[in-house]
């Protein structure tokens, strides 16, 4: 039985920082494991030009703990108005790296966000050009539309045709939840990449509904079905360049979790990689946990590789039951639980 695992250090293609005392009190737990983050923008105002970008950057930078070299990657909020020229400014910026579209109404902080993809036409049409990424939140807002069955309707709504519209545009496909969005990302080798958060390699609905309802279980996409969740494993564990690490991590104040109307979002970022590694051993597939973690997403952002490496032992630890959060409390995925893998 393998008792060390040493990485390439990994980088975290998917995270809400937050902004202020949040940001001061989350950032650490990112910076101790991973290089590098694709920082999503959906603060309140969300981050939608290269100036704010660039501004918000230097807040990531300044709430860093000690002498911490990690790398914010920023990212810009797409809406209805997004301009190509704004496009060309990310392009032309050193810290701009992709889009995000948050279809309006569909998760935290999306009101802004685009109403008809087919507004943004011209942004992604250049976008293309300049072989940025496109990152999904892929769920359609429909009321009629079963929560469960978001993502896969947004692929047949949404992405399909957008993917045949403008054919030259690469797309990650964030926090993919189910088979058939591994499916559609298969079918496209090459333009199409996928995240997937340690929540949804570790859980599936029985997690946030069974037994009690779980409010630090539930984050959107929605957890789902077993099914569901082996299909996210087989593909995180394949070795398929399309599949790397996004956490998604999400904090939100126990508050405003435990709530009549919780807040979507769990926080990973303390364990992030540990959580990980429980999801690979359990898969007996530690020895494809690097590609995942550290190789397929620099890859595809077209990004060196990190240079230097972190290990993990196999050591039991109990996840703290919370973590201080700008006066609040933070729940952490797995809390007070064990896992099997601790990074030194
Ligand atoms: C995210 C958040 O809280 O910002 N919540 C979540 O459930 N994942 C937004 C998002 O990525 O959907
Ligand atoms: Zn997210």
Request: aromatic share 8%; net charge negative; with cysteine.
């Amino acid at each position: 039985m393998t008792d060390t695992l040493t990485l390439v250090r990994p980088d975290d293609w998917h995270l809400h920082l937050r902004d202020g005392e949040r940001l001061a009190a989350v950032v650490g737990h990112s910076a101790r494991q991973f290089a590098r983050a694709i920082v999503m923008p959906n603060l309140t105002p969300p981050v939608t030009t290269v100036a704010a970008a660039q501004r918000y950057r230097e807040r990531i930078l300044d709430a860093l703990p000690g002498d911490n070299d990690f790398g914010p990657l920023m990212t810009l909020y797409l809406t209805d108005e997004t301009s190509a020229q704004e496009i060309d400014r990310a392009a032309a910026s050193d810290h701009v790296y992709a889009c995000k579209l948050y279809p309006a109404g569909a998760t935290t902080n999306s009101d802004a966000g685009v109403t008809d993809i087919r507004r943004c036409d011209d942004a992604l049409a250049r976008m293309a050009e300049h072989g940025m990424p496109l990152l999904v939140h892929g769920e359609v807002t429909d009321d009629v539309v079963d929560i469960f069955e978001r993502e896969a309707q947004f692929i047949d709504r949404v992405l399909a045709p957008l993917c045949e519209r403008v054919p030259a545009l690469r797309v990650v496909f964030e926090h993919v939840t189910t088979k058939a969005a591994v499916q559609f990302v298969e079918s496209l080798p090459g333009r199409l990449a996928a995240t997937i958060t340690p929540q949804h390699l570790l859980l599936t609905r029985n997690d946030l509904l069974a037994g009690g309802l779980r409010p630090h279980h539930y984050c959107l996409p929605v957890l789902k079905t077993f099914e569901d969740r082996d299909a996210l494993i087989t593909a995180a564990t394949s070795g398929s360049a399309q599949f790397f690490l996004g956490t998604d991590s999400a904090p939100h104040a126990r508050h405003e979790k435990e709530s009549d109307c919780g807040c979507a979002g769990t926080y990973s970022a303390h364990a992030a990689i540990e959580l990980y590694a429980e999801a690979f051993d359990r898969a007996g597939a530690l020895d494809k946990l690097e590609g995942f973690a550290s190789l397929h997403g620099p890859g595809f952002y077209r990004l060196p590789v990190n240079r230097d490496t972190i290990t993990l032992t196999r050591q039991n630890w109990t996840v703290p039951a919370s973590f201080p959060f700008a006066g609040n409390e933070l729940v952490p995925l797995g809390a007070g639980t064990d896992l099997a893998w601790k990074m030194v």
